[in-house]
């Protein structure tokens, strides 16, 4: 396994859109190990193809707590739904059929760390892709994972988060982004205990 580079934003190529894949290979296969030993390595959650620039409609999520997967079942704050998901989870060719009720979340991401901001997504949705071995997948989603699972599918169409917020909001992000960088120093303690999708 190999851990990658991830693109932080503006890197034009987080704007590409992923293609389909036709058929899981043995590269794509590695490819998706390298990503979730790449994802694991920040902290992430989540973790789409196109931010380590490969344009393949892949992505990878484990909301398991680091460091203590073998609770993960017996978390008390998790929904049916995500129990039923076996993690980590890798999908190709993700599509979301369904869609229902709104929720909010304080969502971070790996190709702009330390920054921070609530979004809106679909509290529930329905996605049908392949799985890691090829074979079809269909997935029932709420909590986390249906917000974790919409954030990363975004990056699949070229989108970053701060692009679903307000103008107001979406240009403070960036012009805190051109002006400190990536983390900006007075956030960097409270990135620490967010979570990166």
């Known amino acids: 396994m190999a851990i990658l580079e991830v693109l932080k934003y503006p890197d034009p190529r987080l704007r590409h859109k992923a293609k389909p894949v036709d058929k899981v290979t043995p590269e794509l296969k590695q490819l998706a190990e390298d990503m979730l030993e790449t994802m694991y ?3 992430g959650i989540g973790l789409a193809a196109i931010q380590v620039g490969v344009d393949v409609a892949l ?3 484990d909301i398991r707590p680091q460091g203590d997967e073998d609770r993960y079942d017996l978390d008390e704050n998790l929904t049916d739904l995500e129990k039923a998901v076996e993690m980590p989870l890798v999908i190709f060719n993700p599509v979301i059929t369904k869609k229902e009720g709104k ?6 991401c790996l190709s702009l760390p330390g920054y921070y901001e609530t979004v809106q997504r679909s509290k529930y949705i329905e996605v049908t ?6 074979n079809p997948l269909e997935l029932q989603l709420d909590g986390l994972l249906s917000i974790c699972m919409q954030h990363e599918m975004d990056h699949l169409d070229g989108k970053v988060f701060i692009d679903r917020l307000s103008p107001i909001k979406s240009n403070r992000i960036k012009a805190k982004i051109k002006k400190f960088g990536y ?3 007075e956030e ?3 990135a620490e205990e ?4």
Not at 129 to 134: H, V
Not at 194 to 197: A, D, M, Q, Y
């Open 194 to 197: 967010k979570l990166l999708v």
């Open 183 to 185: 983390s900006p120093p």
């Open 103 to 108: 929720t909010t979340f304080d969502e971070g």
């Open 41 to 43: 390595s920040q902290k």
């Open 59 to 61: 992505l990878v999520i």
């Open 129 to 134: 892709g392949l799985d890691k071995d090829g």
């Open 188 to 190: 960097e303690e409270e």
